[in-house]
């Protein structure tokens, strides 16, 4: 999906994929003690979208996610770095945060909590300036 954003909503929505990331850190970082891939994902997320790291500097942590993925036996291991890996992406292509949510929701869902649950919490943290434009025909 294409999305039209200014700059401030592209932040915005990057910072939301980092909240929804972060929500299922633990899946990981408890399977994979010591591993700070995922985690330095989604703070350099946030980073980049207070305008103190270059974009490069964050979607290069987009791969070292992603990398860590791959090393996660852990269905839900995997699922949640590959969430901050999305975050980090949305730094460069805002539509990644959309995958990193989706992810998030996979990850809990493979961690024994409620899918339903996770995407409604997902919902209450959208900013009302990005629901008009995620959910266009609401």
Not at 14 to 19: H, V
Not at 47 to 74: C, M, Q, V, Y
Request: overall charge negative; hydrophobic content about 50%; charged content about 25%.
């Amino acid at each position: 999906m294409a999305m039209k954003l200014g700059k401030d909503e592209h932040r915005l929505l990057a910072l939301w994929a980092a909240d929804c990331a972060e929500h299922v850190l633990a899946q990981f970082e408890g399977k994979r003690p010591g591993d700070v891939r995922a985690r330095d994902a989604v703070v350099a997320t946030r980073a980049w979208a207070r305008g103190e790291l270059p974009l490069a500097l964050a979607r290069k942590t987009t791969f070292s996610a992603h990398e860590a993925a791959r090393d996660a036996i852990n269905p839900a291991a995997r699922a949640a770095a590959r969430a901050a890996g999305h975050a980090a992406a949305a730094t460069h292509v805002a539509s990644h945060a959309l995958h990193a949510a989706n992810y998030a929701v996979d990850a809990a869902e493979a961690g024994g909590i409620d899918p339903d649950a996770e995407r409604a919490w997902q919902d209450e943290q959208l900013p009302d300036a990005l629901r008009a434009i995620l959910y266009p025909e609401d």
